[in-house]
């Protein structure tokens, strides 16, 4: 049901799904799906957990925190996570509609959830920043939970820009470039060259 739910979220909106086709989509009586669930927004929650659940396997996060033992190795699994993330966005294009239009539309709490999802990620990035500074090969005069926030901020244009519609391969490579060659440069200590 919850697969079904997220078909027909994505496809149509939230505010514009009935229970009924969400049942139908299941292939169930919408008598069915009230035994499990009590409203539409009680299913909403649990499609932005699978929604979410998709976005980190598909990051494969265990491949990026932990393993790096410099900072061109960090940028290098923080990239290739961000690649993960976009291909599953070509192949799912409407999830990030979900995540961060619909979702965020809804009321306070959903956002504050999505929120949490920032700081979950933002709190990833900065314990493996404090680890690399720790072990020396990030600068020691970073603040790890500023810039763990500050790194996810400056995926803040590409998510704009896919909600608009203009997400474009090339300008997508462009983009990521430009921004993990801050970040390098950002973390690498001063006598450690590229």
């Known amino acids: 049901m919850v697969d079904a739910a997220f078909e027909v979220f ?3 909106g939230y505010e514009a799904t009935a229970i009924s086709q969400v ?9 069915t799906v009230y035994r499990y669930f009590g409203s539409k927004r009680e299913i909403l929650d649990h499609v932005i957990d699978l929604a979410n659940e998709k976005v980190i396997e598909a990051m494969e996060l265990p491949l990026v925190f932990g393993a790096a033992n410099d900072v061109g190795e960090l940028v290098a699994a923080v990239r290739a996570a961000v690649e993960r993330l976009w291909s ?3 192949r799912e294009p409407r999830l990030l509609r979900l995540l961060v239009v619909e979702a965020g539309a809804i009321d306070p709490e959903l956002s504050h959830r999505l929120f949490g999802l920032e700081a979950m990620t933002a709190s990833l990035i900065a314990g493996e920043l404090t680890r690399g500074r720790e072990e020396g090969w990030i600068r ?5 939970e500023v810039l763990g926030h500050t790194i996810l901020a400056l995926v803040g244009p590409w998510i704009v820009r896919e909600l608009l519609g203009a997400g474009n391969p090339a300008i997508r490579a462009r983009s990521m470039t430009v921004v993990f ?3 390098d440069k950002a973390l690498r200590p001063p006598d450690c060259p590229p």
């Not at 020691?140 to 790890?144: H, K, L, M």
């Open 88 to 90: 599953l966005l070509d």
């Open 23 to 31: 049942a139908a989509r299941a292939g169930i009586g919408q008598g």
């Open 140 to 144: 020691r005069d970073i603040d790890p």
């Open 181 to 183: 060659g801050l970040v």
């Open 10 to 12: 994505t496809a149509h």
